[in-house]
């Protein structure tokens, strides 16, 4: 088998005669990068559909892009049961038990007949243990299961994170994003929120917009809490209480608020965070392939979770540097629901906006049905690549011939052919139709390499997660989320939430003036009969700026960081404390009514205290505040600020696809022609040859051109190289040779052929050379970096203010949290 995967190309099957349905020589090879133009696998049950998609994925896999799979039905869990080794033994967890009961078999027997199966059919496709092990070895495979502690779960309704910058810069963009959680979060709660209309939708858009900005991230409690007192006083030109009065807005928060507090939903808030560059790559830059598992959600739940999956995967993308090759893929194994024809629910805005969008990013979107007539076929006119498997019904074949015609770019469409190949397609055998090609191809799908042993219970998605937990389920991101996790309960773990004084709280104390001091604001509402306290901090405030001419550095940041104040020697250390996630100016000069006190250390209450203690956090700051970039080799590249190892390594691999695949196409332009013409040359000197009508065997000379097709055909692509003319070249071969033997004229016609075909031999050992140039694997995740520190000098540094920090903290029945 060749090592296609080096060319840029997926291997997805063989092709198969247009009449009979029998596979031919030819490969069906798919440039990886025509699936930024997405596509669509259209198919009944039972027509193949699963094998084909999870080939797909596996391909993108090899290749080392990453896949986000969002399963609805449990077959994409089998990703994860691939055995180099195809033991017997390795299969035998995995069979199904009635499917042996019901060939009389034991388990053990089905397991041994399993395993000699996939031996054969990868061996048929070319393909054994080796590729398997390299697909392994090519990608960090898991499935995660939001709202379930099966695989590993992922934290939704923790927090609705703000946006990245460059989602904020896009008007369009940024409104999607706040309409698709506002409605994500009614659907939940049974409120069927229209946008435009919907009372309910218009102030949770508000209230998001308004922490957005103010680039604050929400969780559900401070949802609710903004539903009863909204961050702002005006929707649009009324005030807040006329346009939704605060005992009916009341109503609303009880409903959120039950959901907080249903232990049904417990699941929803733990987990790693979703986070679509994490789900993506691992830390260290190595491709992911994700399977999200919803098979186990109710309708309101997998609206929910899709809004908010296809939201953030739409934030990323915007952060992403625009390319021509696949950067990533997100494929979904189900669209029905997600995408109707009329109804128009959150899913359907935002994946409309990812078919328009995405290609510019490199993201390839695959979508999946069995159901033709319930998707928009107007939307679906994005995709320029279709898999087409059989359909039973009248109605589901023309509703795909109107989508394929509304996606066709040229008038070549011949829609009674189409529905006449569709009516008689075999299982596991597709129609691949392309707008980039005048003709579509047919062709049977290859063996998989993961074990396709049918939907996966919960308890098999426990089973084949186990002991990958822990390596996986701390992507980039989860320390954001255990520190908002840390400020929602009493067990708090930072430095600063464990510094509680167990000092009697009483009157705010009386400090002389010299001693500054600022208010942390009061953003979380406590429980029934809690009462606030203000406890004493020591808190800095400074911009930073950081500078290089050579790395193109010019930035700022800021830092707000909080720090205990104890009573010995070294009453502030700054390294101890916490940076917090607010502004310098939104610091508060004045307490909130009510609260009381707790006492402060005599060096809190020193003045000259706070002299010391800048010149510490001048020093701290100059020490912890360095930018780190990384820097490599090959390609000779430099990360950019802010931008994380993960992110750099992901997007070398992107940039050494992006030379691979200008070097195949350099290939094609350079080889197109002279192949098509010496395909001419040939035929026309092997038709003077067939005059003869002469018996002879070619099989030589066939097996020199069949062989040489399938590189040809990854390299040239499939106009270059149709079935038609490989078909066409070994035929007169065949007939050259055998007219060989009879006559002496004929024998110099044959030497002509022969020294063609010589030169189309030397052609094709010139491209396979080239390829393996070309093809020589760049593995990001272990191509070496280097660190280069880039730290602020003393003049760098403005400090604001170091002063007392009173911070706000809850007191009641469950124990003591903070409140800002």
Not at 337 to 345: K, L
Not at 423 to 434: C, V
Not at 592 to 614: C, H, N
């Amino acid at each position: 088998m060749q090592d296609f995967e080096r060319l840029g190309s997926f291997y997805l099957g063989r092709d198969v005669d247009d009449a009979s349905f029998k596979p031919a020589e030819p490969l069906c090879l798919v440039d990886a990068k025509d699936l930024t133009t997405h596509a669509v696998i259209v198919g009944m049950t039972g027509s193949g559909k699963t094998g084909l998609g999870i080939g797909l994925i596996e391909e993108a896999a090899i290749d080392k892009i990453p896949v986000i799979a969002v399963d609805p039905k449990g077959d994409l869990g089998n990703l994860l049961l691939t055995f180099p080794s195809l033991a017997a033994s390795d299969f035998r967890p995995w069979v199904d038990a009635h499917a042996a009961e019901e060939q009389g078999l034991d388990a053990d027997a089905f397991a041994a007949k399993q395993s000699a199966s996939w031996k054969q059919g990868l061996a048929d496709s070319g393909q054994d243990g080796a590729r398997v092990q390299r697909l392994k070895d090519a990608a960090e495979f898991a499935i995660y299961t939001p709202g379930s502690s099966a695989g590993i779960p992922i934290s939704v309704l923790r927090s609705f994170g703000a946006p990245p910058k460059a989602l904020a810069d896009d008007a369009d963009a940024w409104r999607e994003r706040v309409q698709a959680t506002a409605t994500g979060v009614l659907t939940l709660v049974g409120v069927d929120g229209d946008p435009m209309q919907s009372r309910e939708h218009i102030l949770l858009g508000a209230i998001l917009e308004t922490a957005w900005k103010a680039g604050k991230d929400l969780d559900l409690s401070a949802l609710v809490a903004g539903i009863q007192q909204p961050p702002m006083t005006q929707v649009g030109v009324m005030d807040v209480d006329s346009f939704f009065p605060p005992k009916e807005r009341f109503a609303l928060a009880m409903k959120l608020n039950g959901l907080l507090a249903s232990s049904a939903f417990q699941a929803w808030t733990q987990g790693v965070p979703l986070d679509a560059g994490a789900l993506f790559h691992t830390d260290a830059g190595k491709p992911r392939v994700s399977v999200v598992s919803i098979a186990h959600l109710s309708d309101a739940e997998r609206m929910f979770f899709m809004s908010m999956l296809l939201a953030e995967i739409i934030g990323w993308m915007r952060t992403q540097p625009g390319t021509g090759t696949l950067r990533a893929m997100l494929y979904i194994d189900e669209l029905f629901g997600f995408m109707p024809p009329t109804a128009s629910p959150p899913s359907k805005v935002l994946l409309l906006t990812l078919l328009k969008q995405a290609r510019a990013f490199g993201l390839g979107v695959v979508l999946v049905t069995q159901n033709p007539v319930d998707l928009d076929y107007k939307g679906l006119s994005n995709a320029g690549t279709w898999f087409i498997g059989r359909l039973q019904t009248e109605r589901d074949k023309k509703r795909l011939m109107d989508g394929l015609e509304g996606a066709q770019a040229s008038g070549d469409f011949d829609r009674g052919k189409m529905e006449q190949t569709i009516a008689s397609l075999p299982k596991r055998t597709f129609i691949l139709h392309s707008v980039k090609e005048t003709k579509a191809q047919l062709f049977s799908t290859r063996w998989t390499l993961s074990y396709l042993a049918g939907p996966m219970t919960r308890e098999q998605i426990k089973a084949v997660m186990d002991g990958k937990r822990p390596a996986m389920a701390s992507p980039k991101g989860a320390a954001r989320a255990a520190a908002v996790g840390a400020t929602d309960g009493a067990a708090a773990s930072s430095p600063v939430s464990a510094a509680a004084s167990s000092a009697a709280a009483g009157a705010r104390p009386v400090l002389a003036p010299a001693v500054p001091q600022l208010f942390l604001p009061l953003a979380k509402r406590g429980e029934a009969g809690a009462t606030l306290m203000y406890k004493p901090f020591a808190a800095g405030a400074a911009d930073i700026a950081l500078t290089s001419t050579k790395y193109n550095i010019n930035e700022t940041q800021h830092l707000v960081r909080l720090s205990p104040i104890a009573d010995g020697a070294v009453p502030v250390d700054w390294s101890s404390g916490d940076d917090l996630e607010l502004e310098a100016s939104s610091l508060e000069t004045t307490p909130a009514d009510g609260a009381t006190f707790a006492p402060v250390t005599k060096a809190a209450g020193d003045a000259k205290s706070y002299d010391k203690w800048t010149k510490s956090f001048t020093a701290y700051v100059k020490s912890s505040q360095a930018i780190t970039l990384y820097a490599s080799k090959a390609p000779k590249e430099v990360s950019k600020p802010g931008e994380s190892e993960r992110d750099f390594r992901a997007r070398l691999q992107v940039i050494a696809r992006e030379g691979r695949d200008g070097g195949v196409q350099k290939l094609r332009d350079k080889y197109a022609t002279k192949v098509t013409a010496l395909e001419e040359r040939i035929r026309l000197a092997s038709a003077r040859v067939e005059k003869e009508q002469a018996d002879a065997s070619a099989s030589k000379l066939q097996a020199a051109v069949s062989v040489g097709s399938a590189i040809l055909g990854a390299v040239l692509g499939r106009r270059a190289m149709s079935v038609s003319n490989i078909g066409r070249i070994s035929t007169a071969a065949r007939s050259a040779t055998r007219v060989a033997k009879e006559s002496g004229d004929v024998g110099r016609a044959n030497e002509t052929v022969a020294a063609l075909q010589q030169q189309l031999a030397d052609i094709q050992a010139e491209i396979e050379a080239k390829a393996k140039e070309l093809g020589a694997d760049f593995d990001a995740e272990t191509a070496e970096l280097t660190e280069i520190p880039v730290k602020p000098k003393g003049t760098d540094i403005t400090v604001h203010t170091v002063s007392l920090a009173w911070a706000p903290h809850w007191q009641g029945a469950s124990g003591e949290t903070p409140a800002w």
